[in-house]
């Protein structure tokens, strides 16, 4: 008896205090979260990934540019953008090394493992490049005959790797890199997301994104799993762009809704 009423204090006492706990890091500002730098906010991003984040004469441009630049103000710090390999992105910020890692990058369960993920603020669709005159017409026309071009670590590499073998696949630094070598027939097609994709073309003649979709996927920022302030942070951040049309009106600036 008089121990179940002990354990039963316990686990009170743990409660009040869990509570307590939340009570804390629920106040939004005051700054309770840690940055790599302080009053920096350090991204990480590969931007060759257009209209996401890219380069613009000595500019870093792009909806993802600005929604960090719009969290950025919100928690009173100054943006600092690294452009890095897209593979090399979390590992970095599992290590400390940046803030947030923002490059229109799915959430997976996999990546889930390594890092947390905010809520999510787009959504993107795997998608088919192929030259005008190609055979394929569709998702259906792909196999492991078919040279397949990719992003170096990116979902378009990891679903066609498993769906198609090792040894139809074709790793690229960057998609710009894999486009390239569409142009120059060294291989016969490119899965990567959807609106990098109608922005590649727009850049290459010759090429056409198929009307099919590879596979459909959301869009959200990493954080270090030690860094749950910051996470809650940026998601406040998001959540108050989100409602307040931020993001939309970021989204429409670079990928205007057509009528
Ligand atoms: N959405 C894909 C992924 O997360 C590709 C992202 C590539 N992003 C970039 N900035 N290059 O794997």
């Given at each position: 008896m008089k121990n179940s009423k002990r354990i039963l204090s316990v686990v009170l006492a743990a409660i009040l205090g869990v509570s307590l706990l939340a009570g804390c890091s629920g106040?939004?500002?005051?700054?309770?979260f840690k940055t790599v730098q302080s009053g920096k906010l350090v991204m990480a991003t590969?931007?060759?990934?257009?209209?996401y984040e890219y380069v613009e004469g000595s500019d870093y441009m792009g909806i993802d540019v600005e929604i960090a630049g719009e969290i950025a103000k919100k928690l009173g710090l100054e943006l600092v953008i690294e452009d890095v390999d897209f593979d090399s992105i979390i590992a970095g910020v599992q290590s400390g090394k940046y803030d947030m890692g923002m490059a229109g990058m799915t959430v997976t369960d996999e990546r889930k493992q390594s890092v947390n993920f905010s809520e999510t603020y787009a959504n993107g669709i795997q998608a088919i490049i192929v030259p005008?005159?190609?055979?394929?017409?569709?998702?259906?026309?792909?196999?492991?005959d078919t040279s397949i071009g990719v992003q170096q670590g990116t979902t378009g590499d990891i679903y066609a790797s498993d769906d198609?073998?090792?040894?139809?696949i074709t790793r690229f630094k960057t998609g710009t890199d894999a486009v390239q070598a569409l142009t120059t027939g060294k291989i016969d097609c490119v899965i990567i997301d959807n609106e990098p994709a109608k922005a590649y073309v727009a850049a290459n003649e010759g090429l056409k994104v198929l009307d099919t979709t590879y596979v459909e996927e959301e869009y959200a920022i990493c954080i270090a799993k030690d860094n749950e302030k910051l996470l809650d942070a940026i998601n406040s951040a998001l959540k108050d762009l989100k409602s307040d049309g931020t993001v939309d009106s970021i989204v429409e600036k670079y990928i205007p809704t057509e009528g």
């Open positions: 106040s939004k500002s005051g700054g309770s590969n931007a060759a990934f257009p209209p005008e005159d190609s055979a394929i017409a569709s998702v259906d026309d792909l196999s492991s198609y073998g090792e040894d139809a």
